[in-house]
């Protein structure tokens, strides 16, 4: 019976870090979205949140951060602001990424709950993030800037589809994230090397 409880507990742990570095991700394609469904999905009470995280399910967080969202979204989607934000959301989607990946944890203890979040969530976040600026960059040098808007968009989607599968399928999204992140470090340096040669 100890041992069958103390899987459980250990399940609820890897469970919890599958939803918080899929969120973490979803956070790396757009910073207002992800939280901003996290909002929605607790407030419904479709996803539970520990007590010191319960602000996010409030209402004026949620009107907040859909407002936040519906602009970041159309913002990308301006001539050179595109580029002004991702100077911006890179170091913002780290805490965003570290913030919901946190309230994934509550039960762990405030260190080792705050370390997996600033290493698995702000770090994933961090890294998707500038992939895509350095995406856009890339974008605007081959194309004059015509194709920004189908990175901006291809980022929306990516974004909701991931926030969506981490609160579903968690399991699939954490997937998705370790095969995205292989995509990144391992052409990442090429891109990297062609946009500033």
């Known amino acids: 019976m100890f041992e069958f409880l103390q899987n459980f507990v250990e399940w609820k742990y890897v469970l919890s870090a599958f939803i918080g570095v899929g969120l973490a991700a979803a956070t790396g394609f757009r910073v207002f979205l992800p939280v901003f469904i996290v909002s929605l999905a607790s407030h419904l009470g479709w996803l539970s949140l520990g007590e010191s995280f319960s602000w996010l399910s409030s209402l004026p967080t949620l009107i907040i951060t859909g407002v936040a969202t519906l602009v970041e979204i159309l913002a990308y989607y301006i001539p050179f602001i595109d580029h002004l934000l ?23 203890g405030t260190f080792p709950q705050w370390a997996l979040a600033v290493i698995a969530g702000g770090g994933t976040a961090a890294t998707i993030s500038s992939a895509f600026a350095s995406t856009r960059i ?14 901006a ?9 991931f926030s969506v599968l981490a609160i579903v399928v968690p399991i699939l999204v954490f997937i ?15 891109l990297f090397k062609k946009i500033f040669k």
């Open 176 to 190: 998705f994230v370790v095969i995205l992140l292989f995509l990144i470090f391992k052409f990442g340096k090429k």
């Open 153 to 161: 968009t291809a980022e929306t989607v990516g974004s909701t589809i």
């Open 86 to 108: 991702d100077t911006l959301t890179i170091p913002a989607a780290a805490a965003a990424g570290t913030l919901l990946f946190a309230s994934q944890f509550v039960d762990a």
């Open 138 to 151: 890339a974008s605007t040098t081959t194309t004059g800037g015509f194709g920004n808007p189908f990175v």
